[in-house]
C-alpha cells in the first residue's frame, strides 16, 4: 500500500517526524533526553536479519513503521511530551484491550512498558516505576526487544495495522531465569492521525500472555515455581 501524499518522505522538505528515528534524535536537544540520547545499533544489525517483511520506501507500511518506531523512542526516551514530535501532544491519548484512556503526560509518568503491558498475574504494573519497567525488560531482552508493521488494514486518518515483537529471552526476568528462546506476539493497532500524520491516538489489541507467560514460567532464581 502505498501514500502519495507521503511520496516526498526522503526530500528534504519531509517533516521531522516522519524521517525516522535516527533524523529525530539528531534534532533533539541534550537536554531532552531522559538519559541521553538512545543508541539503536541492534536495530541497525540485527533487525534486517530477523524481520518477517520488507517495505518499499513510499510504502504506506514503512511510513507507519517509522512513525511509530519515533514515537515509542520519544515515549522511552524524552520525558517532555511537548518535545515529542511523532505526536500532537496536546490532543493524544493511548489504550491497550479496550482499558482506560491516558493520556501523553500519563505515558511520560508511568512509561510505555507498564501502559502497554497492563495487568497480567506475572507481572504487577501497580509496583513498577517507568524506570524499574524498563530495567525489567532490558534486563530479560539484552540482545534487543524488535518490533515490525506487517500489514496495513487501513489508511489515514485511521490507520489500522498488524505488527509483530519479538526478542531472544537471554536475561534474567523477575527472579526467573532465561530460557534462551525467541518469545514473539503479534498484534493489531488502530491509530488516528492529523493531517500531516502525527498521531492523535492509539488503541493496541493484543494477549500480553504471549510475552509474559514464556517469561514468567523460566526456571526460578529463587528456587519457587510459577504457579
Request: with cysteine.
Amino acid at each position: 500500500m502505498t501514500l502519495e501524499a507521503t511520496e516526498s518522505v526522503e526530500t528534504p522538505e519531509t517533516p521531522l517526524h516522519l524521517q525516522g528515528r535516527e533524523a529525530v534524535i539528531a534534532a533533539a536537544a541534550t537536554e531532552d533526553w531522559r538519559d541521553g540520547a538512545p543508541d539503536y545499533h541492534l536495530s541497525h544489525t540485527v533487525l534486517p536479519q530477523q524481520r518477517t517483511t520488507q517495505h518499499a520506501p513510499d510504502s504506506l507500511e514503512h511510513i507507519v513503521e517509522e512513525l511509530v518506531k519515533v514515537f515509542e523512542m520519544e515515549v522511552s526516551h524524552k520525558h517532555d511530551p511537548a518535545k515529542w514530535v511523532s505526536l500532537v501532544a496536546e490532543h493524544y491519548r493511548g489504550r491497550v484491550n479496550g482499558g482506560p484512556w491516558q493520556d501523553a503526560e500519563e505515558f511520560a509518568r508511568i512509561g510505555s512498558y507498564n501502559i502497554l503491558i497492563g495487568e497480567n498475574p506475572y507481572y504487577d504494573v501497580a509496583k513498577e516505576t517507568f524506570e524499574s519497567s524498563h530495567h525489567i525488560f532490558h534486563t530479560a531482552f539484552p540482545g534487543g526487544f524488535f518490533w515490525e508493521v506487517l500489514e496495513v488494514l487501513s489508511g489515514p486518518p485511521t490507520v489500522t495495522f498488524k505488527w509483530r515483537h519479538w526478542g531472544k529471552y537471554e536475561g534474567e526476568y523477575n527472579g526467573h531465569q532465561p530460557t534462551g528462546e525467541t518469545i514473539e506476539m503479534t498484534g493489531i493497532t488502530i491509530a488516528k492521525v492529523s493531517e500531516d500524520l502525527r498521531i492523535t491516538e492509539l488503541e493496541h489489541f493484543y494477549d500480553n500472555n504471549k510475552l509474559l507467560g514464556p517469561l514468567a514460567h523460566g526456571c526460578p532464581v529463587t528456587g519457587k515455581t510459577a504457579e
